[in-house]
């Protein structure tokens, strides 16, 4: 029996049970939030062939640290980095490194800074250079299957709704969905309850609620959904070694749909992609 309750009253440990977020909560969600946005917005420049995976993971730490923030992988259940960088056919999860990217690669950048107790989380693809129509197109279906994800969101909906919308979309479009992971609730807890999945039918999971917050993620592949996790415990790969491509927001429910916290300042959030 799923059941929801008052953030303020909710011990600091993830329960099961569904936080109900007010103003406050959402304001410092803002904050945070909005932290990460302005990061990633930065590694827009960043990005090149040459650079490496590590450069852009002291540019984190360091951006955070400019601004009184810490990243919330940095030394999370022995992870030592503050990003994840995950290229081409890296699912999630890529750690960062000293080999440099390649022109004409694809890399998702994962961010979540602490600012005051609370967690912005947010995640890009970024084109390396000429990219190639494939992994532009694959960009394009994953963002826009985040979007509509993003649009199920309201009040009284359930989360299947959120997954049927991407599913129905990214299968359209000859493209697969990642089952081994998910988003997820957020806020004062970097993993928190509920579990966001990015397949399902509208009828499925737990009623939407005024002041829940969570994440959307959805992990979409050119080939085939399965994936593996690599030997050092954290690199997730498509099995076939195919393309893969992820966009997240954090977002926030409201009376009337939700507030997407993670918004970029600079009108970012798409390197790389002509949308007009």
């Known amino acids: 029996m799923v059941t929801y309750l008052d953030a303020q009253n909710a011990p600091l440990k993830n329960t099961g049970q569904i936080r109900l977020h007010g103003p406050e909560g959402f304001e410092a969600m803002r904050k945070a939030c909005q932290l990460t946005a302005r990061c990633l917005d930065e590694l827009a420049s960043i990005v090149a062939p040459g650079v490496t995976t590590n450069t852009i993971d002291r540019f984190v730490f360091e951006f955070g640290a400019d601004h009184g923030a810490l990243p919330a992988t940095l030394n999370y259940r022995g992870y030592t980095k503050s990003s994840c960088t995950s290229i081409n056919h890296v699912v999630c999860h890529g750690i960062p490194d000293d080999k440099p990217l390649r022109e004409g690669d694809i890399v998702n950048i994962d961010v979540t800074y602490i600012l005051d107790g609370w967690h912005g989380d947010s995640s890009r693809m970024y084109p390396v250079g000429q990219i190639k129509r494939a992994a532009e197109r694959l960009m394009e279906v ?10 199920a969101v309201r009040p009284g909906v359930r989360t299947g709704a959120i997954g ?28 928190d309850a509920p579990n966001i999945l990015h397949y399902g039918t509208p009828n499925e999971g737990i009623e939407l609620r005024e002041g829940m917050i ?18 050092d415990g954290w690199t997730a790969v498509t099995r076939d070694r ?3 491509a992820q966009y997240e927001h954090t977002v926030g429910v409201t009376s009337t749909g939700c507030e997407i916290f993670t918004l970029s300042p600079a009108g970012l959030f798409a390197p790389g992609l002509n949308l007009g």
């Open 142 to 151: 994953t963002l826009e299957s985040l979007m509509r994800g993003i649009a």
């Open 242 to 244: 195919s393309l893969t």
């Open 164 to 191: 049927a919308a991407i599913q129905s979309y990214a299968e359209a479009e000859r493209c697969s969905v990642v089952r081994d992971f998910c988003g997820h609730g957020v806020g004062q807890l970097f993993h």
């Open 214 to 231: 969570f994440t959307i993620e959805p992990m979409i592949n050119l080939g085939r959904p399965h994936v593996k996790v690599l030997a």
